[in-house]
């Protein structure tokens, strides 16, 4: 609101040439953060660029090689969340730190919180009708955000971290967090805001500190139209604009794969879409809006409430993952480690769904199995230089082995969800590239994406998921960013 | 500042020891052989051989259970109360049936709390461990029921498994003609079947076998039934060795049979491991206890060995996963 | 309200389940009064005691496989200490016994955390660690225990009116209490469901993980201590060869409403649980069941059990 102070008041909080190693893995290799009193600082970066890292080493849960942290002057080096607190730094995280089987009451007394105050700023905060004797495990995601924050206020902390705790809260509750930020602030004290949501940081931050490859790459103050500065400090060269996709028009005839009416508690209503053959579809929702669950009730991890799915015109009902891949549905979960066996060798993972069935668990026909398994390599030129352990390969490659398991045993139906999350350019072109190569040869892909400026590259058409609704269809051509984001954000689309 | 590291040497030496356990396994064989010659001079000798090997394979064969279950993360410890109900009955019934159908109809228990462990594990989601205790003690409440209604019967051991047992081929026990092709049956199983893939695949990540495809519950039933009929293999050919049975007769190797697993490379957690590790493993604990039989440690003390050796073998993996 | 009832629930049923049990055994057996309560909360104590243990580990998201091997080492060296030190060392004697209880336990905690290996596998070598300690101190039964020692968990309590209540319960209620009570309703205690709850929050949440670790595993050994010396008082010699606690407890644990899964549940329902086990086999024992049978039928109702909380904890985490 009053950007670029002209001189940064007296810092708080001051890290500096931060840097941290995971074995050969250099997480952050010089990170400076500082934060002055009054002030709210942004800390941007893209996946993996060492952001969660740098707040794990501030918060107290991991301990840095090298460089110098300072609060209020005083040289410090945390051995625990306890002793980051004691020192006045109290973070909230996207996914409350309070006990789910304690209730709100014996949280407080295990966090040595105040109680009058945590009231207080619960009211402040807009949440009303809590009791201290409501378990923690039956409250909705929402509020527990803020009574984690409520409890962070209540420390009175000379540092107020939030991470990514704005995301799925309701527009009001939203409002409120971002003024009672701008009142700490005001108050004198220092506030790390970490955020993805430009609108956000644009209303509250004064200042923007951006991480690329664990190293802090600049600190802008916030002024209008310093996203796109931002964005290209993050990327490290200019966005790519987008590939022009085929966008032909879906399939005639009957759909390889469709979903009327799926319904499933209060996450997913009367979900209703086709897919067809030589198709991809991409899927785009904010975070939380029934997007997991409509792709795990689609890889039989879970059943719908009600609905219909039908593959090829034939209704199916799946009660296990293997019933979908009998039907021809295949599924690249959103978190590679869910996906593969990190101590087994490439080849075993990717041979893997041929022994699911009992009848094909007797001796393996391994001349062939290591042809197969070659091909599917070659095809997606996964880096085999580490191939005794999917554990050593790179985020990328192993993103790859998730999708050429599938590749080597045939694709019909594929369910990609996030698939291009935290991994390099280049092996997200190639994905694109390869969804492309599976809808030309006959495969149909849904494609969920958390980056929208993936849907006009990667798909031909595109739904918009918000509360559990499709909300949105688009062709690939009129799927821009702004055009998604509106329907994501449940607003209506100009048509 | 690069990003290459310097790998300590413990780090090093450490990955030589995951990637190839078997090489520093058979070095600690050795060493152990050659402290008891040295404590013992001439100790050595083709009788000992014969007879260490005669004591190995049973408990490699009960080791063979815990090594498949752990590849999947479990444990079988009902295999010492399996093996011992497998001999009983078959000495009591081989009087009455003759030595094939009383040999058979022995397996029968077996296969049972083999079915009840997958039925627990797969079905119920018991940890193995808890699992497969349970099953073994009622399946030794069982035996004691069974022993009082045969105790007039008289017992018998068939004479195949007492060649089996006590014989020699030259100076080699004949133990080993059922015990090579066991253990090549095994490393076959291991490596060049979709089962063997699976048991380290759900060890690893059971999450991902799912996501594959398959019904995890299905494989723990094959699992521990075959892991069943293995222990009541190894108490068939304990019964050929000792030539009598007991209720308690396979129990004394429980414990070693893990510690044999664990020894030999095999990650208690699933996942990781060979059975020729668990082999050597095996030896290693026979020779072993020959050390402490000669340093005469009561049976108190050998307990304490084998749990400390289990428990710093599991934290020195645990240590070396971290690492690499 | 609800909150109580929600909570305290399944405490309930079990309690109702034991009346309806007692009065059950009052009709296969009409002249079960006074003595047969005594005599059954004599049996319980020691199982009452390796629940407890069990049950506080659980609770941190642990499971103590040591328990009945502590069990032995406690109940070998009480009554190796009161041999030797007689009548007038025996007070010292308890102390030393408990103290060793809950040094070790943290030695198990402490071989958890710093191995950094799952519980279930430490405890699972550290179980025959102590089973060989058992034996070392005491290669066979033996020893005695100091009779007036063994006359506190011994009849009815002498205050008339009271005479029916067994001095067994009481003192099992009165150790439960001291030790229990104040921990649950400290922050140390508090930890103690955090751990088991959930992890990473209690560690985002200040808590240290490592030292609760260790404190849970501690009071476990200290229950396990008690169990051991209960054991040795109510036979009168320490028996070194682990008994069939540890099933029992994991199956009394599950029963008594505590999830293996950590971070839900009390001790009071896991100790109604112990009885209702305990009550069942005095039940078929009057049925006159073969003891053999009566101990098949014991073990598969405690693996029924366990397997049913197996498939409540799938069902939970599907919900």
Redesign the interface.
């Known amino acids: 609101m009053q950007p670029n102070p002209p001189k940064t008041p007296r810092a708080i909080l001051d890290a500096q040439g931060v840097t941290k190693s995971f074995g050969a893995v250099q997480a952050l290799r010089g990170a400076s953060l500082r934060v002055g009193a009054g002030e709210i600082v942004a800390l941007m970066g893209a996946n993996g660029a060492g952001k969660s890292t740098l707040v794990k080493i501030l918060t107290g849960a991991l301990r840095h090689d090298a460089g110098t942290i300072t609060i209020k002057d005083r040289p410090v080096r945390f051995a625990s969340p306890a002793a980051a607190r004691r020192a006045g730094l109290v973070p909230v995280y996207q996914e409350p730190a309070l006990i789910p089987d304690l209730d709100v009451g014996q949280n407080l007394r295990l966090g040595a919180t105040p109680v009058a105050p945590f009231r207080h700023w619960v009211d402040a905060l807009g949440v009303t009708g809590l009791r201290m004797d409501d378990a923690i495990g039956h409250l909705p995601l929402a509020t527990l955000r803020i009574l984690d924050l409520a409890r962070a206020l209540a420390m009175e902390p000379d540092v107020l971290m939030l991470d990514e705790m704005t995301a799925a809260l309701p527009t009001d509750l939203v409002d409120n967090v971002l003024r009672v930020m701008r009142g700490q602030a005001d108050a004198g004290r220092a506030v790390i805001y970490i955020s993805h949501r430009f609108p956000e940081i644009a209303r509250i931050c004064d200042r923007a500190t951006v991480l690329r490859d664990g190293v802090t790459v600049g600190d802008l103050p916030i002024v209008p139209g310093v996203e796109e500065e931002v964005v290209e400090l993050m990327l490290g060269q200019r966005m790519t604009p987008a590939v022009a996709a085929t966008g032909r028009s879906a399939a005639k005839g009957t759909a390889r794969l469709s979903v009327a009416g799926l319904s499933l508690g209060s996450k997913l209503a009367e979900v209703s879409f086709d897919l067809h053959a030589g198709e991809v579809l991409g899927v785009v929702a904010l975070e939380g809006q029934g997007q997991d669950e409509l792709f795990e009730v689609l890889a039989g991890f879970r059943r719908a409430g009600s609905g219909r799915i039908s593959v090829d015109g034939t209704p199916v009902a799946f009660r296990h993952p293997a019933d979908a891949i009998a039907a021809g549905l295949t599924f690249v979960p959103g978190n590679r480690a869910d996906a593969l066996a990190m101590g087994r060798s490439v080849r075993e993972n990717i041979a893997l769904p041929g022994f699911a069935a009992p009848r094909r668990w007797g001796p393996i026909a391994m001349q062939a199995e290591a042809t197969r398994i070659g091909a599917a390599i070659d095809r997606l030129q996964i880096d085999t230089r580490a191939q005794g352990e999917v554990r050593r390969l790179s985020g990328g490659n192993q993103q790859k082995v998730t999708i050429g398991r599938w590749i080597a045993h045939g694709v019909q139906t594929l369910l990609l969800f996030d698939p291009t999350r935290g991994i390099d350019v280049r092996t997200k072109r190639q994905i694109y590239e390869l969804c492309r190569d599976l809808a030309a040869q006959g495969a149909a892909v849904l494609y969920y994406t958390s980056e929208l400026a993936e849907v006009p590259q990667a798909c031909d058409r595109a739904i918009v998921i918000f509360g559990g609704r499709v909300v949105a269809e688009m062709p690939a051509a009129e799927a821009t960013e702004a055009a998604l984001l509106r329907a994501a954000y449940g607003l209506a689309v100009a048509t | 500042m690069t990003t290459g590291t310097v790998q300590a040497p413990f780090a090093r030496i450490g990955r030589l020891l995951r990637d190839y356990p078997i090489i520093a396994l058979l070095v600690l064989l050795v060493a152990l052989i050659v402290l008891l010659q040295i404590l013992n001079p001439g100790i050595i000798n083709q009788r000992w051989i014969g007879n260490t090997i005669k004591f190995a394979i049973p408990l490699a064969m009960l080791a063979a259970c815990q090594t498949f279950t752990m590849y999947t993360g479990g444990i079988d410890l009902s295999a010492a109360a399996v093996a011992t109900i497998t001999a009983f009955v078959m000495a009591t019934q081989v009087p009455h049936l003759g030595d094939a159908a009383g040999i058979a109809l022995a397996l029968v228990p077996a296969v049972l709390i083999g079915l009840l462990n997958g039925f627990g594990v797969g079905i119920c989601r018991v940890h193995p461990l808890i699992m497969t205790l349970g099953s073994g003690l009622i399946g030794i409440g069982c035996l004691q029921v069974y022993q009082r209604s045969t105790i007039a019967t008289g017992s018998a051991i068939p004479p195949v498994l007492e060649w089996l047992g006590t014989g020699r081929t030259f100076w080699l026990p004949n133990g080993l003609w059922l015990f090579v092709p066991f253990a090549a049956l095994m490393l076959f199983i291991q490596r060049r079947t979709g089962f063997g893939r699976l048991l380290y695949a759900v060890g690893a990540n059971e999450g991902a076998a799912r996501l594959s495809g398959l019904r995890t519950w299905q494989l723990y039933f094959a699992l521990y039934t075959l892991s069943a009929l293995i222990a009541g293999l190894t108490g068939l050919l304990y019964a050929g060795i000792i030539r009598t049975t007991s209720l308690s007769l396979v129990e004394p190797l429980l414990l070693p049979s893990v510690a044999a697993a664990v020894i030999g490379g095999t990650s208690i957690f699933g996942g990781r491991g060979s059975y020729a590790g668990t082999i050597v493993g095996a030896l290693i604990l026979t020779v072993l206890g020959t050390l402490l039989t000669l340093l005469q440690m009561p049976e108190g003390g050998r307990q304490i060995i084998f749990g400390g050796i289990i428990l710093a073998v599991t934290a020195i993996y645990m240590r070396l996963t971290e690492t690499g | 309200m609800s909150?109580w009832l929600?909570r305290n629930g399944w405490v309930a049923a079990l309690a109702f389940a034991f009346a309806a049990l007692l009065v059950a055994t009052k009709i296969i057996q009409p002249g079960f009064g006074a003595s047969g309560l005594e005599s059954l909360a004599r049996a319980a104590l020691p199982f009452a005691f390796a629940t407890a243990a069990m049950a506080v580990v659980v609770i941190a998201g642990g499971?103590d496989?040591t328990v009945a091997a502590v069990m032995a080492v406690a109940g070998v060296t009480s009554a190796v200490l009161m041999r030797d030190w007689g009548v007038a060392g025996t007070v010292p004697a308890v102390i030393v016994v408990l103290a060793l209880g809950a040094v070790i336990g943290a030695i198990n905690g402490a071989?958890i955390v710093?191995?950094?290996?799952?519980d279930?596998?430490?405890t699972?070598?550290?179980?025959?660690?102590w089973?060989?300690?058992?034996?070392?101190?005491l290669?066979g039964p033996g020893g005695t225990a100091t009779p007036w020692l063994r006359e506190v968990i011994l009849g009815g309590v002498p205050i008339p009116g009271l005479r029916w209540l067994p001095q067994a319960a009481v003192v099992l209620a009165f150790a439960l209490a001291l030790v229990w009570l104040p921990l649950k309703r400290s922050?140390p205690g508090?930890?103690l469901?955090?751990i088991?709850?959930?992890q990473?929050?209690?560690?985002?949440?200040?808590?240290?993980i490592g030292p609760t670790k260790v404190l849970a595993y501690a009071v476990s050994g200290l229950f396990a201590a008690m169990g051991g010396l209960t054991l040795t008082l109510s036979t009168g010699v320490g028996e070194?060869i682990p008994g069939?606690y540890?099933?029992a407890a994991?199956a009394a644990v599950v029963l008594g409403g505590v999830a293996?899964t950590g971070?839900?549940g009390g001790i009071l329902g896991p100790i109604i649980a112990v009885l209702i086990l305990r009550l069942l086999r005095l039940d078929l024992t009057l049925l006159s069941v073969?003891p053999?049978?009566t101990?098949?039928i014991e073990?598969?109702i405690?693996?029924v059990v366990?397997?049913?909380?197996?498939?409540l904890?799938?069902r939970r985490k599907?919900a």
Not at chain 3, 114 to 118: D, G, I, K, V, W
């Open positions: 909150g929600r499971i496989l071989a710093l191995s950094r290996a799952p279930i596998v430490v699972l070598a550290m179980m025959y660690v089973q060989g300690m058992a034996l070392l101190i290669n922050r508090l930890s469901y955090a088991g709850s959930d990473t929050a209690a560690f985002r949440s200040g808590v240290a070194p069939p540890l099933l994991v293996l971070g839900v073969d053999n049978v101990t098949i073990g598969t405690m693996a366990v397997m049913i909380g197996g498939l904890a799938i599907r």
